[in-house]
């Protein structure tokens, strides 16, 4: 998908959400289980109740990895069940050597037919370009994270006064562009969401950590905020475990629905669509 | 996989080597791609010829998951097919926020049987953490890579004179212990293995870079030995392609014992063994 592509179902579906689709199979609605493949009938549900509120799925990994080659058969199904117009994330958090990333970008974007995936920057360049060879792909950079470990190595500062972050910020801005790179920027560190757009003024942040682990969407776009909106902020339990029993799909949507809704609202007040 | 038994087995052998099991269908010799499984039929011949010479195996995942399922399903047959007396790395550079991590690592320890699983860094204790909540299981953590964008982030010098590399190697002993964490140091960067030793004195390090990517044998050991080895030295290519008809076992045992003579002939000269 084209970053244009992407900002026209902004405009025409007044929504940045991303449903993140982690599924586990002791948290999802009980009478799935006996479906010969619950996890695929699962997210079939949730992109159902939820494709003309959602802008972007994002299947989490590793919660198809652990039911090994099984595991592997839902998520291609999901992918493939997503409807075109909607950007796909593999959350795979890879980066390699380079002939290695090589091989998971060829999984990703050819095999599985995502429109992006999520990349670890700590192997530097090599581990980073491979992603960017393929048109209309996406590389999701994580710069600057939502989890507590977060402050561990990316908030060090370097002798030139630069955090690791920062520094991962503007380095990659060598490799990709606002046209096939977009950085995670994490809802939880709000006092750098400011900072980081500051760095990557074009480009799109995914943004995770609203709900559940605590972000402000208010907040989010009130410092993330830039010409073409530039955020896709995620949701994932907060939405697709928001139901459990047989009707759980009508709460899905409800849950979607609710943060569509005031997505809508600061879409018009912002006056882009 | 203990340390003890991990120590044990390198004097059994006389040997520190790693193999890397990196199956590329287009290298692979012609005849086997008639199999119904080549990727597992390759793997089963190089174990075959080797398994006395070798401590420890690494699947490279990547090229694995590029055949999805499938692929999936020659991975698990392989590590299922690696004797238990050989520690298994699953080369899979995952890290992710903690609950992800948790599924990662029953992915790997759990589901696949791994010894242990490379780790990436970047997002911190609560990425690594849930890896080393399981007994006798290991963490590889990459601090020093042998790729060329290694340089882009992990030689960042802190205001307190510290490359990120080094805070990795110190920050992660709080986590970890010489019994459950390993370090990725590659061997193309042999000014810094003396300095990582240093920081690390009692990890083992998994050294991958030896042969193929230029590295010396015998200037790893100059500086990355310690009392008890405390090396795994990889080669994935120089010895899984060092044949290509029907017979390539042989010429893949011909690569292997190259390199555990050397090795047998370095223990000795340690009096390790």
Redesign the interface.
Known sequence: MTRGELIEQIKKKRSFLCIGL?PDLNKIPEHLLKEEDPIFEFNKAIIDATKDLAVAYKP?I??Y?????????SL?KTLDYIPEDIFTIA?A??????N??R??A??FFN??KADSVTV?????????LPFLEFENKWVVL?AL??????????M????D?EK?FQ??LK?SQEWGTPENMMFVVGATRMEHIAEVRHIAKDYFFLVPGVGAQGGSLEEVVRYGWNKDCGLLVNSSRGIIYAGKGANFSNQVREAAKKLQQEMAEILREKKFV
């Open positions: 982690d989490n590793a919660f990895e652990c039911h090994g080659a099984r595991g592997w058969e291609k959350d958090k890879r980066g390699d050597i380079g290695t990333s091989y998971y060829e999984t095999y599985l670890a920057p700590y192997m530097g360049s090599d581990s980073v994580l994270t939502s989890n507590e470990g977060a402050k561990d190595f990316q060090i500062e370097s002798i006064g690791l520094r991962v380095c």
